[in-house]
């Protein structure tokens, strides 16, 4: 199985898990709608302050580095950004995860319809090698800042980039889900997993 496949074999159980239709998942969750995507497995320093458990850290931005840069910029435009740049991307999350992380009941009336939350988030040049997402709280919309404080240290956040459009669809899933699904995933992949979907 390709690596991209299995990362997104992750994403539909998990949206099964929340109790939508395996079908209607599995073809949502293909590369027919889907370019490319980043698989961010959080470390202390990237989770909200709230949820860091050595507080010493006090950065609040998620570190995106190596090959998952180029999900946001092409290496030219990456190289000639300055720091003081900063852009705002558009985003969607589902409101079944969202409530899910933060422990709330939900019924998911249309399981053939993954209802969206739209916003944005705030994506800005830190080093020559290191992109921060959520740079400000304030420039985010709160949809993702509410998902950032539904995930903890060694939870995964994914990224997935529409095939057809510009938009985003950011996803938490918690490491007691994905752990029981693939146990060996910290020595597989690495913390910025980046891939490009090929299209069927």
Same mark, same amino acid.
């Given at each position: 199985?390709?690596?991209?496949? @299995?990362?997104?074999?992750l994403?539909?159980?998990?949206?099964?898990? /929340?109790?939508?239709?395996?079908?209607?998942? =599995?073809?949502?969750?293909?590369?027919?709608?889907?370019?490319?995507?980043i +698989? #961010?497995?959080?470390a202390?320093?990237?989770?909200?302050?709230?949820?860091k458990?050595d507080? +010493?850290?006090?950065? +609040?931005?998620?570190?995106? !580095? *190596?090959?998952? #840069?180029?999900?946001?910029?092409?290496?030219?435009?990456? @190289?000639?950004?300055d720091?003081? =740049?900063?852009?705002?991307?558009? #985003?969607?999350? =589902?409101?079944?995860?969202?409530?899910?992380?933060?422990?709330?009941?939900? $019924?998911?009336?249309?399981?053939?319809?993954?209802?969206?939350?739209?916003?944005?988030?705030?994506? *800005?040049?830190? !080093?020559?090698?290191?992109?921060?997402?959520?740079?400000?709280?304030s420039?985010? =919309?709160?949809?993702?800042?509410?998902?950032? /404080? *539904?995930?903890?240290?060694?939870?995964?956040?994914?990224? /997935?980039?529409f095939? $057809?459009?510009?938009? #985003?669809? @950011?996803?938490?899933?918690?490491?007691?889900?994905?752990?029981?699904?693939?146990?060996?995933?910290?020595a597989?992949?690495? !913390?910025? !997993?980046?891939? +490009?979907?090929?299209?069927?």
């Open positions: 199985m390709a690596v991209y496949e @299995a990362l997104l074999e994403v539909k159980d998990y949206f099964v898990f /929340l109790g939508y239709e395996e079908n209607y998942v =599995s073809e949502y969750f293909s590369s027919c709608n889907f370019r490319e995507i +698989s #961010i497995r959080l202390n320093a990237n989770v909200a302050n709230r949820n458990k507080k +010493s850290s006090h950065q +609040s931005h998620i570190a995106i !580095t *190596g090959e998952a #840069i180029y999900f946001f910029y092409t290496e030219e435009e990456f @190289a000639q950004l720091n003081k =740049s900063t852009l705002k991307k558009e #985003i969607c999350i =589902s409101s079944a995860n969202l409530k899910n992380l933060m422990l709330e009941h939900f $019924h998911i009336k249309n399981k053939c319809d993954i209802q969206h939350i739209n916003g944005v988030v705030s994506v *800005g040049k830190r !080093t020559q090698n290191q992109l921060q997402l959520s740079k400000k709280n420039e985010n =919309s709160e949809c993702f800042n509410m998902l950032r /404080l *539904g995930l903890f240290e060694n939870d995964i956040l994914m990224l /997935l980039k095939r $057809h459009c510009d938009k #985003i669809f @950011a996803i938490g899933i918690p490491d007691l889900f994905y752990l029981d699904y693939i146990p060996s995933y910290a597989l992949y690495e !913390t910025n !997993t980046y891939l +490009s979907l090929l299209e069927k």
